[in-house]
């Protein structure tokens, strides 16, 4: 009913330019790598799939997700933190952890400073204690307004610090993952947060912990390459484009456009990467279910 | 005669001028030993005087010449007997990464390597040594063999990055080489890696977890490629040089870094001058790395390796 007062009132409003002109799927997936859950000034945004104009407030409170297409947008790690776990059960870890400059490279501390600016996180992960239905949990959230999700030293040290708890708290690890990959300015340290992240992420499994992964859009590169696709299960957003390389390169190595939807949730769901693509909205609770199944003295021989 | 590099160039000088002072000599019969003698000297000096004081770009340059030795070049000179095992059990075999177990300086060892072309022809079979994920799966098996049958596990790193084409996307990439960093984390024996070319970001650190890493003199490793780290922080692929120096990538980079435990000495020239030597210096330095690990139970030796990934990275204060 709201949607159709808001509908009509389209035609007068002014919606910037934000997104790309055309909705196909190949067109957000050029873009989409570079911009960031940032929603343009003005009351409305229009969906860079459907094109329908959407009031921005009902779409902050429909969890970013399209009412019409159900495109998702990128959610801010705090607005998802917000819905996902029960109301006043988060504890925030390491949020002092700080980034420094150790290769001194050219306009790291610059971006840093902006990107701290322009995201409402300390790095491009947040991390710590709460309850899904409650079910505790340690998480861990990427944030794409901090250098897009990008793992460098602080990142990779506070997802290994968040799963080394888990383990001494004997709790399952869920990680949302978007991310660009490793950070370049941080040279060969971040290309080692890929092992680190991993080895810990290893050591939890011996302890034979539950480790839910969940890709958003995007995820890529080094992240793709370590904890990321380490998940007993693999949880992926609709539409949400998840791969090793981005499809600029691809198209450059091949020298041709790549199928439509190549490198989606869905398209990595057939290719056997992915247990099972869920709408946004319904997250907290697959999220309970799975951990249900699996909490601790439920396994064999226990009654739920 | 080997290919010039650019900096080379006052060496190639001095090698024609010698060249037709020896012509000259010959053909009207003037000794010119003397003269000969003293250029010789003098292009001995600014070889050593041009080697010590690389760029990190022309360390990129000889890590990634044509003439570099391969891991086929140094296995018959590092093992006594190399068999090569292939293939991962699920799709195919990938010959951009080659696997086996010999012995190597009498301890049974299994051996895991990135394997670059010598030539187009073989470049395009090897896929100029970037693996899919296949061949990192085929990596993983021979290594939880090598776990299996406790045997240390020595990885030689040198590729430009992983396969980035759609099929390596179809069949997980990020998957297979995030699987090898967990398990190389996990393992009980000793692993030994040493950069023997190009370590390109996560396509090399699949092999690149061990107890050791160890980097020949002239060779680098980077989370990026200097074109590529260029192409987006300049929008200028050009400027790759000026980004090879800002990634800090070289051995000498990653010692003070403490990621490498240790640089292997190259020949006057770079490896493909002398591949014998070359080889010798491996073989040495991985003994050396192996027997300091010899007291370790196969509890510290997973602990270690484990505590050194744990505080690489540097977190401020």
Known sequence: MLNNIFRKKRKYATVSSYQPKTTEAQEIANT????????????????????????????VENLRV???????????????????????????????????????????????????????????????????????????INDADFMMGSMGSVAGEKIARAVERAIQLRYPVVIFSTSGGARMQEGILSLYQMAKTSGALGKLAQERL??????????????????????????????????????????????KELPSGAQTAEFNQDHGQIDMVVQRAEIPQVLARLLRVHQEG??????? | MAQYFDFEKPLLELEEKIAELKQFSQEKEIDLSPEIYKLMRRLVRLRKEIYSNLEPWHKVQIARHMERPNFH???????????????????????????????????PVTVVSHVKGKDTKENIKRNFGMPHPEGYRKALRLMDQAEKFRRPILTFIDTPGAACDLGAEERGQGEA??????????????IICTVIGEGGSGGALALGVGNTLLMLEHSFYSVIAPESCASILWKDPSKAKEAASALKFTAQDLLELGIADGIIPEPLGGAHRNVKKTAEGISSAIAQALEELQDHSPEALQTTRYEKLRNFGTIGT
């Open chain 2, 73 to 107: 070049d140094y296995a018959p000179l590092l093992f006594e007997d190399f068999i090569e095992l292939k293939g991962d059990r699920l799709y195919r075999d990938d010959s951009a990464i080659a696997g086996g177990i010999a012995i190597f300086q009498g301890t």
């Open chain 1, 210 to 255: 539950l480790y839910i992964s969940v890709l958003t859009d995007p995820t890529f590169g080094g992240v793709t390459a370590s904890y990321a696709s380490l998940g007993d299960i693999q949880i992926a957003e609709p539409g949400a484009l998840i791969g090793f390389t981005g499809p600029r390169v691809i198209r450059q190595t091949m020298r």
């Open chain 2, 177 to 190: 080489i995030a699987r090898c960093l967990q398990s190389m984390s996990q393992y009980t024996v000793p």
């Open chain 1, 66 to 140: 399209c009412t019409y297409c159900q495109y998702h947008f990128r959610i801010p790690a705090r607005e998802r933190l917000e819905h996902l776990v029960d109301p006043g059960t988060f504890e925030e870890w390491d949020r002092d952890l700080k980034t420094v400059n150790p290769l001194d490279f050219p306009e790291y501390e610059e971006k840093l400073a902006e990107a701290s600016e322009k995201s409402d996180v300390s790095e491009a992960v947040l991390t710590g204690k709460g309850e899904i239905s409650g079910f505790p949990v340690v998480l861990a």
């Open chain 1, 298 to 304: 439920a396994k064999y021989g226990s009654v739920l």
């Open chain 1, 32 to 59: 989409s790598l570079e911009s960031t859950s940032r929603l343009p000034d003005g009351l409305w945004v229009k969906c860079p799939k459907c094109g329908e104009a959407l009031f921005k407030k009902d779409l």
